[in-house]
Every structure is written in C-alpha cells, then in structure tokens.
C-alpha cells in the first residue's frame, strides 16, 4: 500500500531546483513534517503543487495568504521573514 506521507518520497517531491526553496521545504521535513496533524501534511502537499515563483511568493511573505491555514504554515517554514 502506498502511503502519501512516505517521507522519503515527500523529500524528493519537495526538491525545487530553487535553493532559497529547497532550504525551506528541508528545514520544515527534518523539524515539523513527521509530528504535524494529516491536516498540515495534506497542506504542505498542496503547497508543492504550487509554481515556483508562486511559492517562492508565498514563503518569503510576498503574497497574500488563501487561507489562515496556509498562512500558519508559511510562517512555520519560514519564521525568518518578517511580516509587514
């Protein structure tokens, strides 16, 4: 049976290309991934759908949140930008 949250899986489909991207979305799965509720990993899966500069938008504080949910989950992956 394939589980969604195989995190070696999760940690291939993470990698961006981007560095600035790729050191996000590793920081987040090494602290936070295994111990979120399913509702965070289901999250963070959509998040990886996203396109790159939409994402990149998004994590460096850049774009408007959809969702408080998301917007939680930003800050999470990366509390290091400020917010305006």
Request: glycine residues 2%.
């Amino acid at each position: 049976m394939d589980n969604k949250y195989d995190l070696r899986k999760i940690k291939w489909r993470s990698r961006r290309g981007m560095r600035e991207l790729d050191a996000l979305c590793d920081r987040y799965l090494e602290n936070h991934f295994e111990k979120a509720p399913d509702s965070e990993k289901d999250l963070y899966l959509s998040l990886l759908e996203m396109q790159d500069p939409e994402l990149y938008s998004l994590l460096m504080h850049r774009a408007e949140y959809p969702t408080p949910e998301i917007k939680a989950l930003v800050l999470k992956m990366n509390p290091d930008v400020l917010e305006d």
